[in-house]
């Protein structure tokens, strides 16, 4: 593994602004108020599909839907701005684009950051109102992960010498105001996950690397043999089968959790919160389990204002729920319809209220019953 100068880079654009979930200021509902979530507006559907769950970003919702060209020639997306509190479309002046696929947006607070691929990936910023902030290409062949944010960069990662299976995977760290390269990092070809807080950057191929996030020195590796991993400010956390938490300044193990099948980690000022095919459960920093759910996520966890969210479809061909519990002891605040079908969808949150998607065919919005009409 070797650290390749930003200066060779050549010029270029997301479960963290990369906080850890929960550790932006909240914006969404408190937790009386998520007990009173019910359906605000609902949009759609898109002539192409909705591709990607909403993000919030002041006063607005983002999302990214295909296109239908109509030489049937180019595959398209285009960014869909709506109004966070009525969901009218509002204007979002950058049309729509080539990328094979539409990759889930992030937004930071200031500005919106979107990736599309075609033969090359391209790295976005763009205002609120969709004007270009910045672009530029990202070097690689492959792009295997949506970006990330962490403090004043935007994390990505590229695959490259690919033939049957490719050689490398790359880390990049960009400045988020202006698209300057600060730093990338290369690794072994492979499988690639990615999660990032604002000082730390963790990757995981056959090893587990933490990597400074101002620098990109690496901080430590460790053998990792698969799971989801996340990234605090104390920890870096790997869920396979158990949880377990390693010194994110050494990497030393912490503390392990029982294995109860776990898949994914997602740290929080309220806790660590972990999830299985099968079950929800929270643990303190010190790797004590305080509670656990039967009732398990189909999509990730967004926590935020000591309420967890998260889509849940109970059976295969019933109704799709979102549900809000209490991030202190796993109490459901609400349990609101989302449609009359299953359905996997990221939730966000922002202005008072919460974000998803119906599959691919609607933007959903709640809000507490009292402040629907406002």
Same mark, same amino acid.
């Given at each position: 593994?070797?650290?390749?100068?930003?200066?060779?880079?050549?010029?270029?654009?997301?479960?963290?602004?990369?906080?850890?979930?929960?550790?932006?200021?909240?914006?969404?509902?408190?937790?009386?108020?998520?007990?009173?979530? $019910?359906?605000?507006?609902?949009? @759609?559907?898109?002539?192409? @599909?909705?591709?990607?769950?909403? *993000?919030?970003?002041?006063?607005?919702?983002?999302?990214?839907?295909?296109?239908?060209?109509?030489?049937?020639? /180019?595959?398209?997306?285009?960014?869909?701005?709506?109004?966070?509190?009525?969901?009218? $479309?509002?204007?979002?002046?950058? %049309?729509?684009?080539?990328?094979?696929?539409?990759?889930?947006?992030?937004?930071?607070?200031?500005?919106?950051?979107?990736?599309?691929?075609?033969?090359?990936?391209?790295?976005?910023?763009?205002?609120?109102?969709?004007? *270009?902030?910045?672009?530029?290409?990202?070097?690689?062949?492959?792009?295997?992960?949506?970006?990330? $944010?962490? %403090?004043?960069?935007?994390?990505?990662?590229?695959?490259?010498?690919?033939?049957?299976?490719?050689?490398?995977?790359?880390?990049?760290?960009?400045?988020?105001?202006? @698209? /300057?390269?600060?730093?990338?990092?290369?690794?072994? @070809?492979?499988?690639?996950?990615?999660?990032?807080?604002?000082?730390?950057?963790?990757? /995981?191929?056959?090893?587990?690397?933490?990597?400074?996030?101002?620098?990109?020195?690496?901080?430590?590796?460790?053998?990792?043999? %698969?799971?989801?991993?996340?990234?605090?400010?104390?920890?870096?956390?790997?869920?396979?089968?158990?949880?377990?938490?390693? $010194?994110?300044?050494?990497?030393?193990?912490?503390?392990?959790?029982?294995?109860?099948?776990?898949?994914?980690?997602?740290?929080?000022?309220?806790?660590?919160?972990?999830?299985?095919?099968?079950?929800?459960?929270?643990?303190?920093?010190?790797? /004590?389990?305080?509670?656990?759910?039967?009732?398990?996520?189909?999509?990730?966890?967004?926590?935020?204002? %000591?309420? *967890?969210?998260f889509q849940q479809s109970p059976t295969r061909r019933g109704a799709a729920y979102l549900i809000a519990m209490r991030a202190s002891n796993g109490a459901v605040l609400s349990r609101v319809r989302i449609w009359g079908r299953p359905s996997v969808g990221d939730v966000a949150v922002g202005g008072g209220r919460v974000f998803t998607k119906a599959l691919l065919e609607k933007i959903?919005?709640?809000?507490?019953?009292?402040?629907?009409?406002?």
């Amino acid at each position: 593994m070797y650290k390749i100068a930003a200066a060779a880079v050549a010029c270029l654009t997301l479960v963290a602004g990369a906080a850890p979930a929960g550790a932006a200021p909240a914006t969404g509902p408190d937790a009386a108020g998520a007990a009173r979530l $019910r359906l605000a507006w609902a949009a @759609g559907p898109a002539a192409a @599909g909705i591709q990607t769950a909403p *993000v919030y970003l002041a006063g607005s919702t983002y999302h990214v839907e295909g296109v239908a060209d109509p030489e049937k020639l /180019r595959s398209l997306i285009r960014v869909v701005r709506r109004d966070a509190g009525t969901g009218r $479309r509002l204007p979002f002046a950058t %049309g729509a684009v080539e990328s094979i696929a539409g990759y889930p947006p992030v937004a930071d607070g200031r500005s919106l950051f979107v990736t599309t691929f075609r033969e090359e990936t391209r790295l976005w910023a763009f205002h609120p109102d969709g004007r *270009v902030l910045w672009s530029r290409n990202q070097p690689g062949e492959l792009f295997p992960h949506p970006p990330l $944010r962490a %403090g004043a960069y935007l994390i990505t990662a590229s695959k490259s010498g690919c033939d049957v299976e490719c050689d490398h995977n790359t880390v990049f760290a960009w400045h988020a105001d202006d @698209g /300057r390269p600060a730093w990338s990092y290369r690794l072994p @070809g492979g499988y690639l996950k990615l999660a990032a807080a604002a000082g730390q950057v963790a990757v /995981r191929t056959d090893t587990l690397t933490v990597l400074d996030t101002g620098t990109g020195e690496r901080l430590w590796s460790r053998p990792a043999e %698969g799971g989801g991993i996340a990234v605090d400010d104390t920890h870096a956390y790997v869920a396979d089968g158990s949880l377990r938490a390693y $010194r994110v300044t050494d990497g030393s193990p912490a503390w392990a959790g029982e294995d109860a099948g776990y898949t994914a980690a997602y740290p929080s000022r309220y806790g660590i919160f972990t999830t299985s095919g099968q079950r929800l459960a929270a643990y303190d920093l010190t790797g /004590r389990r305080r509670w656990w759910s039967a009732i398990h996520p189909r999509t990730t966890l967004t926590v935020d204002g %000591g309420v *967890v969210y998260f889509q849940q479809s109970p059976t295969r061909r019933g109704a799709a729920y979102l549900i809000a519990m209490r991030a202190s002891n796993g109490a459901v605040l609400s349990r609101v319809r989302i449609w009359g079908r299953p359905s996997v969808g990221d939730v966000a949150v922002g202005g008072g209220r919460v974000f998803t998607k119906a599959l691919l065919e609607k933007i959903v919005a709640f809000a507490p019953a009292d402040a629907r009409s406002r």
